[in-house]
């Protein structure tokens, strides 16, 4: 199966981490603060400390990862959303990451995903905060 990457994986993500788990994915969570390492463990994933306002952060966690999980549609801020977002797109290009999920927030964020994944190549489903994230992975998993 697949290694995925979520960010951050606050509650929802921690529910999707915990079905990604049963379905016999590896999975990684982010986290800004080292205090929430343990509920993120507790579902099933391996707890990373980064933070997407600081993408250099993330690199290290996109180690082995097949999947990122970019579940920040309900934080509608200008930067996570534009920006930071097209700078992770970008460092993407040079990973084993081979899908995004993006959580749909702004419409800036949603052109930069679409530009991404013409421009790179990089398959990506977007989806709204609630539906079902597991099955967009599954999605571009080919499952």
Not at 46 to 68: H, N
Not at 109 to 132: C, F, L, S, T, Y
Request: charged share 25%.
């Amino acid at each position: 199966m697949a290694r995925v990457l979520i960010v951050p994986c606050g509650c929802r993500g921690r529910e999707l981490a915990a079905e990604l788990v049963a379905a016999g994915h590896a999975v990684r969570g982010t986290t800004r603060s080292e205090a929430n390492a343990a509920a993120i463990a507790a579902a099933g994933a391996e707890p990373y400390v980064g933070d997407p306002d600081r993408i250099g952060t993330l690199m290290g966690a996109l180690a082995g990862v097949t999947v990122v999980c970019w579940l920040l549609g309900h934080v509608p801020d200008g930067d996570l959303h534009g920006g930071r977002l097209r700078m992770l797109f970008s460092k993407l290009v040079d990973t084993p990451v081979r899908g995004v999920v993006y959580e749909r927030a702004l419409p800036e964020g949603e052109a930069i995903a679409r530009d991404a994944a013409e421009r790179w190549q990089i398959p990506v489903e977007i989806v709204d905060p609630g539906d079902d994230a597991k099955a967009a992975v599954d999605r571009l998993l080919g499952l």
